[in-house]
């Protein structure tokens, strides 16, 4: 019997657009272990929010999960139809806090009544009092009172909003939940308390995460361990030691990302930024997707693309510098 609740293996996801095929996840690969939150960091647009919704099997028009498998509990889900999906997995096995959740909430509907329909959507045990002493449950975990649940969504405040959708992740008792930047709109007071509140939760309840942040101090904060993505793919993957830690991460890119990051103190013309920008997703480039920015690239990270490889105890890295490749090292 595995530990791991999730494992990911080679999970290609395509967008077909008019303009050409966007290789928006183009295999990735990683496992998550019960109880454990895995942080995914990378640039704007290098597939975190792609990888969320694959996860639930739910690519966004017109995407399309083109190869690979996604274990959850060891029972892979891509090939299910979506019934079984809406009724076996979504929000019962894997839940999703999506990117700016909180400014959806449908504002005709009550809470009670937002709650109420999920708990519908996705079971076959419906019964309105366990759904009512289900909703009271959760809502009450994650710190509201019970009368929350007969507002509408603009009487709340946004940390209250935000606190209703965990409550809405939750509350079908998911082994996974997938939170895609629960934090960034919200002040730094309430920020706290929302991590609070997500680390209490983890605690308590034994559950797995993936978090999904630009904020590396956030994701220092909350994640045991760390995959950077860059265009795409996973360039190291990492426990959150290996990667913040003393030593530093062993990817170019990784480094470049942890300089990037303002700290307290410090002037914006300090900080240092990555030059140039990703590659088109549509024609990526042969070779390294980041040697085009990076200062290391040599000739064969500019014709062969490097793989994951493992560099120490579950820590890998996509990158022939880090790897000590002998062609490499020898040009
Ligand atoms: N529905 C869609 N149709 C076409 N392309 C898409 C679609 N959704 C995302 N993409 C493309 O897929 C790539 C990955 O996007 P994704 O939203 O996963 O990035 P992200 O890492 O979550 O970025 P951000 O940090 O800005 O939220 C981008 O190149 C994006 O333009
Ligand atoms: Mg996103």
Redesign the pocket.
């Known amino acids: 019997m595995t530990t791991n609740v999730l494992e990911v293996k080679n999970l290609k996801l395509h967008?077909f657009?008019e303009q050409g095929v966007?290789r928006?996840l183009d295999g990735i690969s990683f496992e998550i272990a019960r109880g454990e939150t895995l942080g995914l960091v990378?640039e704007?647009?290098?597939?975190?929010?792609?990888t969320g919704v694959a996860l639930l099997n739910m690519p966004?028009?017109?995407?399309r999960i083109v190869e690979g498998q996604i274990l959850i509990d060891g029972i892979d889900i891509v090939g299910m139809n979506s019934r079984q999906l809406r009724r076996e997995v979504r929000w019962s096995k894997i839940a999703m806090v999506f990117?700016g959740a909180m400014n959806c909430l449908t504002p005709v509907y009550t809470i009670r009544q937002l709650m109420d329909e999920t708990y519908r959507e996705h079971t076959d045990k419906y019964t309105k009092e366990d759904a009512n002493a289900s909703m009271l449950k959760y809502v009450n975990m994650v710190g509201l009172p019970d009368h929350i649940l007969d507002r509408y969504p603009h009487e709340l405040s946004g940390g209250m909003k935000q606190r209703v959708v965990i409550a809405m992740a939750l509350f079908l008792e998911p082994s996974l939940i997938i939170m895609d930047e629960p934090t960034t709109a919200l002040d730094v007071i309430v920020q706290a308390q929302i991590l609070n509140l997500i680390k209490g939760l983890k605690k308590n309840l034994g559950l797995s995460y993936i978090f999904i942040t630009?904020d590396l101090a956030t994701e220092a904060e909350v994640a045991d361990r760390i995959m950077v993505m860059y265009a795409g793919k996973a360039v190291e993957l990492g426990s959150n030691e290996q990667i913040f830690g003393l030593q530093g991460p062993m990817h170019p890119y990784t480094a470049k990302l942890l300089a990037a990051t303002p700290r307290l103190h410090q002037k914006v013309d300090e900080l240092a930024f990555i030059p140039g920008s990703p590659p088109d997703?549509i024609d990526p480039p042969v070779g390294c997707r980041f040697a085009p920015r990076c200062p290391f690239a040599k000739a064969k990270c500019l014709q062969v693309e490097p793989t994951m490889t493992e560099v120490g105890p579950r820590h890998q890295v996509a990158c022939w510098k880090a790897i000590k490749d002998s062609d490499y090292e020898r040009q």
Not at 60 to 63: C, N, V
């Open positions: 967008y657009t966007v928006a990378g704007s647009g290098c597939g975190k929010t792609t966004s028009p017109p995407g990117q630009h997703l």
